[in-house]
């Protein structure tokens, strides 16, 4: 096995035990699957009563809106794991590359005097 397959793996190994040992998450992943269950169990009991043209598409329109919520918790959930890692979110990183163009900016335009400077310095 290629050390980079290796390193992957105990990544997310140990992203896992991360995860597994996050007591507030799992309460959160537990409450949403039962939530999920009533909300399901919800909609079976609607399509007993209602009739067979509306079933489809009330599933399709319960799976998008599951998908959009479903989306939304996942993403809040990897903004505190990466809090909680301390691993740089793109949004800090894009940040941080911005703050080194302007440095690597003055610092271009500090040789410049610099150079000015001396050649003044030689003419005298």
């Given at each position: 096995m290629k050390a980079k397959t290796i390193l992957e793996l105990l990544a997310i190994s140990t992203n896992l035990y991360a995860l597994s040992k996050d007591k507030e998450l799992m309460?959160?992943?537990?409450?949403?699957?039962?939530?999920?269950?009533?909300?399901?169990?919800?909609l079976v009991e609607g399509i007993k009563e209602s009739n067979e043209d509306g079933i489809l598409s009330r599933l399709t329109q319960k799976a998008n809106q599951a998908k959009e919520e479903f989306e939304l918790r996942m993403e809040e959930i990897s903004e505190r794991m990466y809090k909680k890692m301390h691993i740089a979110h793109s949004n800090e990183i894009k940040k941080l590359q911005e703050q080194v163009e302007q440095l690597n900016i003055a610092l271009v335009e500090a040789q410049q005097k610099v150079a000015f400077i001396e050649q003044k310095l030689n003419k005298v």
């Open positions: 309460e959160d992943l537990s409450a949403l699957a039962v939530k999920g269950k009533n909300k399901f169990d919800d």
